[in-house]
């Protein structure tokens, strides 16, 4: 079976903090892939990273980075020098499977990030 | 389109009425999804098409559900008898294959309400 955990619902920060959104996922599965999804208030989930299950390097994209680790399962997203407009309800969602479930995606609850000014 | 469209954006529908969600993908896209996001569930999925045929159909929450995509393009999501549960942002994604290492696009979805 596949699951995303994504354990905090809610956080609030005050401009400028660092804040770490974590994600634990579940697959019997040896190939499979990771995304994050942003979703602001208005609604459209906004595609932020895509990473494969044989490529644990980090990633990071400005403000953004990814600690993926396969020996705890986790998938963990860190905004840095956080700012209002960050703020939104961010998703962690896992692919894996073949066959009749290939390219469906498994999502977390979401975790609601507000940035304070 | 430069984008996925959904149509239309809001709904509101009384209680055993049917409805149509209609879903317009981005050019050249040949995978389409439907989720359905509501309070309490999170994101679900429930159907996915690659061309015109659905290989996966058992997000469907009931039979009252349906969903087409003719033409391997435009995909409509019908609820018959709609009931107050069925009340959620139903979402559209397409992506240019189907497969684990292609990234969806979502369109902004329709936000339906039963009354």
């Known amino acids: 079976a596949q699951k995303v955990t994504q354990a905090q619902t809610e956080i609030s920060v005050v401009e400028k903090e660092d804040v770490t959104l974590d994600c634990v996922y579940e697959?019997?599965?040896?190939?499979?892939?990771l995304f994050w999804y942003k979703q602001p208030p208005s609604g459209e989930l906004v595609f932020l990273i895509r990473r494969n299950s044989f490529d644990e390097q980090n990633e990071i994209s400005g403000r953004y980075s990814w600690n993926f680790q396969k020996s705890t399962s986790s998938f963990n997203f860190t905004i840095t020098a956080s700012q209002v407009v960050d703020s939104a309800v961010y998703f962690c969602?896992?692919?894996?499977?073949?066959?009749?479930?290939?390219?469906?995606?498994?999502f977390g609850r979401g975790t609601q990030l507000t940035v304070w000014p | 389109g430069a984008g996925v469209s959904q149509s239309p954006s809001n709904k509101v529908t009384e209680k055993g009425k049917d409805v149509e969600l209609r879903c317009d993908p981005i050019s050249g896209h040949t995978a389409l999804y439907w989720y359905r996001q509501s309070l309490g569930q999170g994101l679900e999925f429930l159907i996915y098409?690659?061309?015109?045929?659905?290989?996966?159909k058992s997000g469907l929450p009931s039979d009252r559900f349906s969903a087409e995509r003719t033409g391997g393009s435009v995909s409509t999501l019908t609820i018959q008898r709609t009931q107050q549960e069925d009340s959620a942002v139903y979402l559209c994604?397409?992506?240019?294959?189907?497969?684990?290492?292609?990234?969806?696009?979502f369109g902004s979805g329709t936000r339906l309400t039963v009354v």
């Open positions: 697959t019997r599965d040896t190939t499979y892939y």
């Open positions: 969602a896992l692919s894996a499977g073949r066959g009749s479930t290939l390219g469906r995606l498994y």
């Open positions: 098409f690659q061309g015109n045929s659905a290989p996966d």
């Open positions: 994604a397409s992506s240019r294959l189907l497969g684990q290492d292609n990234g969806y696009t």
